[in-house]
């Protein structure tokens, strides 16, 4: 199975736990009703095409909540983006960690256990 497969299988998982679910006519009229992107604002009209040629429409279903940090697929968390806007949102910076709590970037400190380029130089 290749990756892109499994990530569908794990966030059809996190769907089904999340709960939620909206039918394809609640999309059609969110739709409807919405002439822009929810994101940038821009109309329908003045988006570029798709690079894939296998996707005829600029818009895309964006989720308010990501599904990652425990939203639902429930119409009331679903608004209409671009794909640009959705592609480049991703899910963003981790809420949870299996672990505890994660540690912000600037306090992790890189091990390194190489001598500086000087101590080798001289050795």
């Known amino acids: 199975m290749d990756c892109r497969n499994q990530r569908a ?19 059609k009229s969110l739709l409807a ?6 994101v940038c604002g821009r109309s329908w009209a003045v988006i570029p095409p ?11 279903k964006g989720h308010k909540t990501p599904i990652y940090h425990g939203g639902s697929d429930d119409i009331s968390n679903i ?13 963003g910076a981790l809420s949870r960690s299996p ?7 600037h306090k992790l400190k ?13 050795r």
Do not use: L
Request: aromatic share 8%; proline share 10%; charged share 30%.
């Open 50 to 60: 798709r690079p894939d040629p296998r996707y005829k429409h600029p818009w895309t």
């Open 110 to 122: 890189k091990e390194n256990n190489m001598p500086a380029t000087q101590e080798r130089i001289s």
């Open 79 to 91: 608004q209409a983006e671009c794909y640009e806007c959705n592609f480049r949102k991703n899910a």
């Open 33 to 38: 009703s919405s002439p822009t992107c929810a």
């Open 9 to 27: 299988k794990v966030r059809a998982e996190r769907i089904k736990k999340n709960g939620g679910s909206h039918k394809n006519a609640e999309w």
């Open 99 to 105: 672990v505890g709590p994660a540690k912000p970037a």
